[in-house]
T-cell receptor
Framework: DGGITQSPKYLFRKEGQNVTLSCEQN?????MYWYRQDPGQGLRLIYYSQIVNDFQKGDIAEGYSVSREKKESFPLTVTSAQKNPTAFYLC?????????????????FGPGTRLTVL | GDSVTQMEGPVTLSEEAFLTINCTYTATGYPSLFWYVQYPGEGLQLLLKATKADDKGSNKGFEATYRKETTSFHLEKGSVQVSDSAVYFC????????????FGQGTTLQVKP
């Protein structure tokens, strides 16, 4: 079945450590996104990538890094510079509609990774 | 900048009650509008969408109409079930065609039997 997978589901990190969250999709989507969700808040965009080997900062990129070496993979690294990394992290992908101007519609989300800093 | 505002929750209803969750937006251009649903511990699932003014999105008994004149996209359901208990997010697409979505803060719905 096509979809987005994220691993691990739960991740625990000690302060000062970098951790990498995995996101893989087999939907053949060009664009991929990383969001952070905190309790009682909406989703905030960390990074996004519209094409392989290219990515842009979102609204809260500080303390995070990404790579996009393959179309199907968009891993997120939470570095020790991120001051408050405990959160639920969601990965998503989308594909523009065909024909005419480039228009993106809905995003498809993975199941999320819950990161806790000990 | 572009933004989405949802009614504050939590919303608590009895089974078979009528549901409305308000959503208003501010945007330049003509964004697409979405409602997503999130069940506990899971990612978001697309519930419905509308891509232009006066479009009505519908799915699983939920409906929302894209109202350009009032910049609104309110979610409605005629008769809620316990299984509808979840967090609902209203979102709009970035009119700059980056594919980014701008989300409201989410509204928690609890349906009691």
């Amino acid at each position: 079945d096509g979809g987005i997978t994220q691993s691990p589901k739960y991740l625990f990190r000690k302060e000062g450590q970098n951790v990498t969250l995995s996101c893989e999709q087999n939907l053949n989507h060009d664009a991929m996104y990383w969001y952070r969700q905190d309790p009682g808040q909406g989703l905030r965009l960390i990074y996004y990538s519209q094409i392989v080997n290219d990515f842009q900062k979102g609204d809260i990129a500080e303390g995070y890094s990404v790579s996009r070496e393959k179309k199907e993979s968009f891993p997120l690294t939470v570095t020790s510079a991120q001051k408050n990394p405990t959160a639920f992290y969601l990965c998503a992908s989308s594909i523009p509609t065909s024909g005419g101007a480039l228009v993106y519609n809905e995003q498809f989300f993975g199941p999320g990774t819950r990161l806790t800093v000990l | 900048g572009d933004s989405v505002t949802q009614m504050e929750g939590p919303v608590t209803l009895s089974e078979e009650a009528f549901l409305t969750i308000n959503c208003t937006y501010t945007a330049t251009g003509y964004p697409s509008l979405f409602w997503y649903v999130q069940y506990p511990g899971e990612g978001l699932q697309l519930l419905l969408k509308a891509t232009k003014a006066d479009d009505k999105g519908s799915n699983k008994g939920f409906e929302a109409t894209y109202r350009k004149e009032t910049t609104s996209f309110h979610l409605e359901k005629g008769s809620v079930q316990v299984s509808d208990s979840a967090v609902y997010f209203c979102a709009l697409s970035d009119p700059g065609n980056t594919g980014k979505l701008i989300f409201g803060q989410g509204t928690t719905l609890q349906v009691k039997p």
